[in-house]
């Protein structure tokens, strides 16, 4: 798939290149040979990956049908503490082992932070995971 991505491994931490703000406003990365988006809803107390096309910009179904986000503890701009999260994402649109988007919940999610974040999860049947920290909100 990408170009950006040669070895397709998935099992980096995120390098300085960028893709830009993805369709949705979030935070564009690669899970293993895909390309995914990052958000957050803080007002649903909810994140959200869907999972996108080398373009970068349409959403496409992937062999998977749940993924796991972890965040690091980190504060708010006015020093409350965050704690560490670990949030289990379910697809919301599963069909035949697969899907495009990735919904989790957690009451943590409410503060306006940028995460440390990783990824993780099977795809394909194959391990992938990522980590990056999100860009500050535009």
């Given at each position: 798939?990408?170009?950006?991505?040669?070895?397709?491994?998935?099992?980096?931490?995120?390098?300085?290149?960028?893709h830009?703000?993805?369709?949705?406003?979030?935070y564009?990365?690669?899970?293993g040979?895909?390309?995914?988006?990052?958000?957050?809803?803080?007002?649903?107390?909810?994140?959200k990956?869907?999972?996108?096309?080398?373009?970068s910009k349409?959403?496409?179904?992937?062999p998977?049908?749940?993924?796991?986000?972890?965040?690091?503890?980190?504060?708010?701009k006015?020093?409350?503490?965050?704690p560490?999260?670990?949030?289990?994402?379910?697809?919301?649109?599963?069909?035949?082992?697969s899907?495009?988007?990735?919904?989790?919940?957690?009451?943590?999610?409410?503060?306006?932070?940028?995460?440390?974040?990783?990824?993780?999860?099977?795809?394909?049947?194959?391990?992938?995971?990522?980590?990056?920290k999100?860009p500050?909100?535009?």
């Amino acid at each position: 798939m990408a170009s950006c991505n040669p070895s397709g491994s998935g099992n980096k931490t995120e390098t300085p290149h960028t893709h830009g703000p993805g369709p949705n406003g979030g935070y564009v990365f690669h899970l293993g040979k895909y390309h995914a988006e990052f958000t957050v809803d803080h007002e649903a107390k909810q994140c959200k990956i869907v999972m996108l096309g080398e373009d970068s910009k349409a959403a496409i179904a992937v062999p998977a049908v749940e993924l796991t986000v972890v965040t690091k503890e980190t504060k708010t701009k006015d020093d409350q503490a965050v704690p560490a999260m670990t949030i289990q994402l379910s697809a919301t649109d599963a069909a035949e082992g697969s899907a495009t988007t990735f919904v989790g919940t957690d009451p943590g999610l409410a503060a306006v932070v940028d995460h440390y974040v990783t990824v993780t999860g099977k795809i394909g049947g194959k391990d992938v995971k990522r980590s990056f920290k999100e860009p500050p909100a535009r």
